[in-house]
């Protein structure tokens, strides 16, 4: 079988898997979202172990949940019994992780665990285990088979834990009615961060950067005015500073192959009425669907007196990491 073959084997396998884990859900995935829920409204925190391939699956987990709101932490199984159980409080939840079962170092814990008024909720693929017998929620990740051609490492069922983790973080997120905001706040640095915090204010291009005509000028005058804002587009505005149009070096390009006497004429017979704009109090991710979606190389910005004070470029996005 050549790397290929074998590749796409293995992503056969563990789509069956998922497939197989989804028919699976019932009741108890309603239970375990709703206990949640209210442990966190009573400020309470979700806490998840495991042992080996388990607890790395809970670590991403665990992220999940707190970057979308739901507090949470990880607790290390072994170092729980020497002092580390103390981040453990009544009322919190446990996200138990053992596909057997029957992990000796996280059945340990188990009673420790039950000496605090939380709940249990297990993902495990052998709902007559021991841990299962413990909890007061259990979800089954049981898979047919491991991606492993020795059926022993964990593949499939560590992906299908993987899924099931965030079907519950995402139903919680729902639930709790998480915020597009909200997630902003949390990812404050990077990429997600700058789109969804920074407003169109911060992006924009002002004062002589910003080419602002006003409507009796000539299409000349108003070249110029573009040309020293060394902008592609020019926001036309009447006698009382509003807007009505926009003209752009592609419709200059277009009108001149039309008519040799157009520098002479006013900019406002050739202007573009009612063109797509933006307030400046939006947030800079709706710039971004506004550009995918409109296919325009720039955006004016207005105030709330439908004034032009800015401008977003499309070529500026890539250098301000929104792109």
């Known amino acids: 079988m050549s790397h290929l073959a074998k590749a796409r084997e293995v992503f056969d396998i563990e789509l069956l898997a998922l497939k197989s884990v989804r028919q699976q859900l019932d009741a108890n995935f309603n239970l375990a979202v709703e206990t949640i829920v209210e442990s966190l409204r009573q400020r309470g925190k979700i806490v998840v172990v495991g042992i080996g391939k388990s607890g790395t699956v809970g670590r991403k987990i665990s992220a999940t949940l707190t970057s979308t709101g ?15 159980l103390g981040i453990v409080s ?31 909720i297990s993902f495990t693929g052998a709902v007559k285990s021991s841990l299962a017998r413990y909890s007061d929620v259990v979800l089954n990740v ?13 593949t499939s069922s560590t992906t299908a834990t993987l899924v099931m983790g965030d079907a519950l973080a995402m139903a919680v997120l729902q639930a709790r009615g998480f915020r597009r905001q909200d997630y902003a706040k949390r990812h404050p640095s990077g990429a997600i961060g700058r789109a969804l915090l920074m407003k169109i204010r911060d992006i924009m291009r002002t004062g002589n950067r910003n080419a602002v005509a006003a409507d009796y000028l000539t299409v000349k005058e108003a070249l110029l ?37 157009l520098l ?14 933006i307030r400046e109090d939006a947030l800079a991710v709706e710039a971004l669907k506004i550009f995918n979606e409109r296919n325009i ?25 929104l792109m």
């Open 70 to 84: 739901s507090t949470s932490v990880v607790l290390n199984s072994v170092d729980a019994l020497h002092g580390d």
């Open 90 to 120: 009544d009322g919190d939840v446990i996200l138990a992780l053992s596909y057997s079962g029957e992990s000796e170092e996280l059945l340990n814990l188990i009673p420790a665990l039950k000496r605090f008024a939380v709940k249990i």
């Open 142 to 154: 049981k898979v047919p088979k491991e991606a492993c051609p020795f059926n022993l490492a964990p």
């Open 225 to 261: 005015v573009m040309t020293s804002a060394k902008s592609g587009s020019l926001s036309v505005v009447n006698r009382r500073g509003k807007l009505i149009g926009v003209f752009t070096d592609g419709d200059f390009r277009r009108h001149m192959a039309a008519n040799e006497n």
């Open 264 to 277: 002479a004429e006013s900019i406002r017979s050739v202007i573009t009425t009612h063109p797509i704009c």
């Open 297 to 321: 190389d720039d955006l004016i910005v207005v105030n709330a007196k439908k004034e032009p004070v800015g401008l977003v470029d499309s070529q500026d996005l890539p250098k301000l990491k």
